[in-house]
């Protein structure tokens, strides 16, 4: 199994210009590693990491297990601020986004999440909720598959794939990755299979997505962040595909503008919630490609919040 490597590590750490006394919440647990970061920085503050993967938890546990000034919320990030109140936090300095799915939730055969072991159809991040890859693949409608691999995949052959699922599934279900695999290679036209990169990549990532509610929880764990952090404290968001970078854009931008009407003749004296503090997105460098394959596609947006 690979070791977790966290994406944009110093960047997104620095980014959030932490405070030692602050309190602080990494969203996506993962490995670990961007909260060591946070809380070698930190002296009296806190620090608060969410994760809705129990395994997740315990391996972090075991990487941070010298720090004392740290609470684990297993539960997904859509529920913020619920969670927080619970625990007496009505106010943070600054919340971490690292929305990539971690190396060992990939590495690991059962969990379903990779095109490259053969293992039970599953991708669910909380191993307690009912809603699994199996579910999706087997008991979805033919126009609820191509609407998901269509918007959540950006698969041109969603059609294609989703008419095979359903011609397979009527002789047999379709119980492991390897099986999903084959159907789509049966989808594709040979062009495609012969391009670059794997024939199932999109599919596996609509269906995760649809398995996970990952992008209904980003738009309001988003807002939440928004709402619940302090002023001068910074939200840094990783993504690692235009589906997640275009929500953080677009909930970004409608928080750091004053929307006037064109042709007025107003002085603005309002000043917006938010204020970008990279107006283009922060890329990993040369050495970072180099080193992790996994950093080619992600993408770092950093705010700033004004006032309540």
Known sequence: M????SVLLQEAVDALSVKPNGIYVDMTLGGGGHSEQI???LKNGRLFCFDQDEYAISKAKEKLAVFSNVTYVHSNFENLISELNELGIDKVDGVLFDLGVSSFQFDLPDRGFSYNYDAPLDMRMDQSQSLSAWEVVNK????????????????????NIAKKIIEQRNVKPINTTFELVDVIRRALPSKVLKKKGHPAKQTFQAIRIEVNHELDALKKAL????KIIRPSGRIVVITFHSLEDRICKKIFKSYSEIDIPKGLPIIVTEVPVLSLINKKVILPS???????NRAHSAKMRVVQKNHD
């Open 223 to 226: 807002d939440d962040s928004i």
């Open 2 to 5: 690979s070791e977790h490597i």
């Open 39 to 41: 809380l070698k920085r």
């Open 286 to 292: 040369e050495e970072e490609l180099a080193d992790n």
């Open 140 to 159: 979805y409608t033919a126009n609820q598959i191509i609407k998901l691999l269509y918007e959540y995949g950006e698969e041109s052959f969603a059609r």
